[in-house]
């Protein structure tokens, strides 16, 4: 079973007013990136979330609520980020099941061209 999670890239405070409180220092964007884990391995994926959010009044800013200026900051932010490049690695069960299987068709290979004689 995969396990899917999502790590922080960046964090950036926003200056502009939340639509919710009208605060001008509460406004949090938060962009994460997409990490996936199961027995065989680990990825870092291209998928990209971000997330606005007001610690003053406590609530989450949907892309409904967002005015022109939060639109225009959320380009910049989302512009100025760097994710990590794609990835995997290969955990240690990867590995045997990928050596178990070239040792069984080695093994087909040289039982059929005659050199192991069964």
């Known amino acids: ?3 899917t999670k999502f790590f922080t890239l960046k964090e950036a405070r926003l ?3 939340c639509p919710e409180c009208y605060s001008t220092d509460g406004l949090q964007i938060t962009f994460k990136q997409k990490f996936t884990e199961n027995a065989f391995y680990k990825a870092i994926t291209n998928d990209t979330v971000y997330d606005i959010h007001c610690y003053n009044c406590d609530t989450s800013i949907f892309p409904i609520q967002w005015t ?4 225009r900051v959320v ?3 989302k512009r100025a980020i760097k994710p990590k490049s794609k990835s995997i690695k290969l955990k240690p069960l ?4 990928i050596l178990l299987d ?3 068709v ?3 290979i040289l039982v059929a061209t005659g050199v192991i004689a069964l």
């Open 94 to 97: 990867a590995w045997l099941v």
């Open 15 to 17: 200056n502009n007013n």
């Open 106 to 108: 080695v093994l087909i």
């Open 75 to 77: 380009d910049y932010q």
């Open 102 to 104: 070239v040792i069984i």
């Open 1 to 3: 079973m995969a396990i």
């Open 68 to 71: 022109e200026d939060i639109e």
